[in-house]
């Protein structure tokens, strides 16, 4: 994973979306999460609404979380050493943003996957596309699964 995406870059990626992630009314972050969602459900649009929380002292709407626990819990994903688990007869999907000037090294780094394990990288995307394009992010799920079945 570090070959792929290094742990410093995946803490600042994180801490510049949760910093990106303000909004003047709840009204703003709902329609920013939405999106092009037509219809949305009362249940959605609650579940959106009780994620961010105010913040008196900058006057804005933000995401409701700790950033230090959210690194944390990134440090310690990186620490369980997921990676060392063998592959064998398991199916696996890696799904990952494409830069436009991928560095020499995540190219390498992402050649020597396991070739087991599907690589879907998604183009013009950062470390939100998970939350940015749901619908392609699941659509490629959904994709690997059918083919798995």
């Known amino acids: 994973m570090?070959?792929?995406l290094s742990l410093e870059q995946?803490?600042?990626?994180?801490?510049?979306?949760l910093k990106h992630q303000v909004f003047s009314s709840l009204e703003e972050?709902?329609?920013s999460e939405l999106g092009d969602t037509e219809n949305p459900s009362p249940t959605t649009i609650k579940?959106?609404?009780s994620s961010y929380r105010w913040n008196p002292d900058?006057?804005?709407y933000e995401l409701d979380l700790d950033p230090q626990a959210v690194l944390s819990l990134l440090r310690l994903k990186r620490e369980l050493r997921s990676f060392q688990v063998p592959l064998i007869d398991i199916k696996a999907l890696?799904?990952?943003?494409?830069?436009?000037?991928e560095p020499d090294?995540?190219?390498?780094?992402?050649?020597?996957l396991d070739p087991s394990i599907k690589k879907v990288l998604l183009k013009d995307l950062g470390h939100d596309f998970y939350?940015?394009?749901?619908?392609?992010?699941?659509k490629e799920i959904s994709n690997w699964i059918d083919i798995c079945s």
Do not use: C, M
């Not at 995946?10 to 979306?17: F, N």
């Not at 939350?131 to 699941?138: E, G, I, K, M, Q």
């Open 2 to 4: 570090d070959q792929i």
């Open 94 to 101: 890696f799904i990952g943003p494409k830069y436009e000037d």
């Open 10 to 17: 995946e803490l600042e990626e994180t801490l510049a979306y």
């Open 58 to 60: 900058l006057h804005h």
């Open 29 to 31: 972050a709902v329609a």
């Open 47 to 49: 579940a959106i609404q």
């Open 105 to 112: 090294w995540r190219i390498r780094a992402l050649e020597n």
């Open 131 to 138: 939350t940015a394009v749901p619908n392609l992010v699941s």
